[in-house]
C-alpha cells in the first residue's frame, strides 16, 4: 500500500501572472487598495437636506454646513475628529428631525442617501447618542436608529457602522446595556466606548463627544499606515483631551468579550483604541478588520470584475483570465501583508474548478467564500 503523497518541493512552483510581472489576460480591471472614506448622518446649523456631500477638508464641510451650536449636536466635533485623526475624505447627510435618521431612498433622505454612495466604508451617526442623553429620544428611538445603521450596513455589505453607547455610563452599566438592552449581532457593525472628552472651538470649553467620529479617522489612518487588513488597536487619538470614564484592566477584560472596545490611556502613546471586535457571535467574524477587509475583497471584485457576466459561462480560457486577476488583486493587497506572497505559497490561494454554471455566482460570492476562509 502506498503511503500519503507529499508535493514535490524540489521542482519550482508556478508564479503567478503578477508575480512573473505579466499582465492578466482580459480586460484590466482599477483595482482600489484602500477603503478609507467615512459617511456621517446628524444634525447641523445650515446646508441642504439629504444627498451624500463630499468634503476631503474639514474648512469645506464648515463652508456648507456650518461649525454648529450646542443645539445641532456633536457632529462638527466628530468630523474635526476625523480628520484630525487622519481621515481625507467623508460624506456627510443632514437630516432635518433627529428622529428619522433612518430616512429612505427615494428622497435621498437620511441613511437612505448613502445606498447611491459606493465607496464609503463606515457609517457614523454621533448625534444619535447625544440626543439620547440630552432626552430628544428615548432608548427605543436610539435603538432604532442604530438599527437602521446595522440594517443599511447589511443590505450593501461593504460598509460597517461604528455605534456609540449612551452616554455617562459605567463600565459595568455599559455592558448591560450591550447585553440586555440593546443586544445587537452583526459581523457589520463595532461599538466603541466611552465618550471622549476634547477641545470645542465653538464653545471655548471642553465636551465630551461620541467617539465614532475620532475612531473612523484611525481607521482611514491605518489603512493607508499599515494596509487594510490591519486592526487599529494601539492606534493613539489626536485631539483627546480626556475620557468621561477612565476603565481598569480587569473591567477592560470584562467589557471586550461582550463586543465594548474599550479607549483607554497608556503611558507614553496618550489615549489609544485597545478594542477591535465586531458585534458579531460568529467566531469567524469576531474581529473588525476581518469584515472591513473582506468588504475591500468584495467591493473590487464586484467591481472589477463585472465583465465576467457578459461572457456566456464558465471556460477554461475564462477561469484562467479570472484565477490571474484576483492573484494581481491580491498581489496588490499582499506586499508585506497577509496575501505576501505568490500564488504558489500558503498566505492565499485561488481555486479555479468551476461549480456552477451561473456567473453571478462564482464572479463574486463563489470567489469570497473561498478568499474567507483564508483571511
Known sequence: MSGPRFPDRSRPAPLCAAAEGRRPRGPRPSWINEHSIAAFVGLTDKGPIGDAHLFSREEQF??????????????AEAVHGFFLNGGRS????????????????????????LEAVPDVSAVCAPDVAWLHRTGVIDHHGMAAAQLAMIAHCELMGDRVAILDPPGGLGPFHVREWRLEQAGYDSKYAA????????????????????????????????????????????????GVLSLETVTGRAERDLLHPSGVNVLGHEAGWGFTIQGGRSLSHEPEWRHLHRRRLINLLER???EGMSWVLATGGPSVDLLVSVREHVEALLTLLGGARPFAATCSTTRFRCDATPRTTRPSRWTRAWWLQRLTRLC
Open 90 to 113: 467623508c460624506y456627510v447627510v443632514r437630516v432635518e428631525d433627529g428622529r428619522d435618521f433612518a430616512g429612505n431612498v427615494a428622497d435621498r433622505t437620511g441613511l437612505g442617501a
Open 191 to 238: 461599538l466603541y466606548y466611552p465618550w471622549l472628552g476634547v477641545f470645542s472651538p465653538r464653545s471655548g470649553r471642553s465636551i465630551v463627544v461620541p467617539p465614532c467620529g475620532h475612531v473612523a479617522g484611525a481607521f482611514a489612518a491605518v489603512d493607508r499606515s499599515l494596509g487594510p487588513h490591519a486592526a487599529a488597536i494601539g492606534r493613539p487619538l489626536a
Open 62 to 75: 464648515v463652508a456648507v454646513f456650518g461649525s454648529g451650536d450646542r443645539s445641532a449636536g456633536p457632529l
Open 300 to 302: 473590487n471584485l464586484k
